[in-house]
């Protein structure tokens, strides 16, 4: 009885012990600068959560490949003004998407009148994936509208913050800064599989940003499946 008693707890323990593999940490930066508007701040919180809310970009979250997906979110701007929005989650099944996109929209902006200290940023998203789920893929998703204006650039936080494996892609808001497409493109993108989306102002954002979740999510190289419906006509 006691050996049967034994095997039972050890059955039922296991599930527990066993750890689902993760496939991929997505880490979402947001630009809060000062440039950067109350009405852009919100078409960016609720772009990210409608996209997260996607049915195409929910499919490839919890059934794109084996193991999870595991999300977080912070806001940058100045020196020392990053956030963390929505700290590290599974993304494990619908509830937990719902949850995350929750947080996204329910929390409130952390800075206004602070330049754009990308290099700053980005020493911060490599920081925070050094705490992030043990996972397959390692990407940080950079969005703004501006280029580096304050501190350092993200070429010296390449080669001082731990990036190694680490995949940067950006999603450049087009509108502001007439060089924003062209830093992203030379500066800002980094890693194995690394790419540039824009957004035609923040208005697009939504529609850049599903697009965005698209590739990530899946791994797609340019010319691969195609994108989601949220970038197809009507």
Known sequence: MVRLLCLLT???AAPAAAQTPCRLALLLALDVSSSVDAEEHELQKAGIAASLNDPDIRHAILNGGPGTVALAVYEWSGRRQSAVVQDWTLLTDAGAIERA??????TARSETRFPTAMGY???????????????????????????????????????HFPFDGVTVNGLAVLGADPQVQDYY????????????????????FRRAMTRK???????????????PHADRPG
């Open 121 to 159: 940023a980005l020493g911060f998203g490599a920081t925070m994936l050094r705490r992030a789920p043990d996972c397959t893929r390692r990407v940080i998703d950079v969005s703004g509208d501006g280029i580096t204006n304050d501190g350092f650039g993200p070429e010296l936080a390449y080669r």
């Open 213 to 227: 979740l698209f590739r990530e999510i899946n791994d797609m190289q340019v010319g691969g499946r195609a994108l």
């Open 101 to 106: 996109a929750g947080q996204i929209m329910g």
């Open 10 to 12: 050890m059955l039922w």
């Open 185 to 204: 493109q030379d500066f800002v993108r980094h890693g194995p599989g690394a790419f540039v989306e824009t957004a035609e102002g923040y208005a697009g």
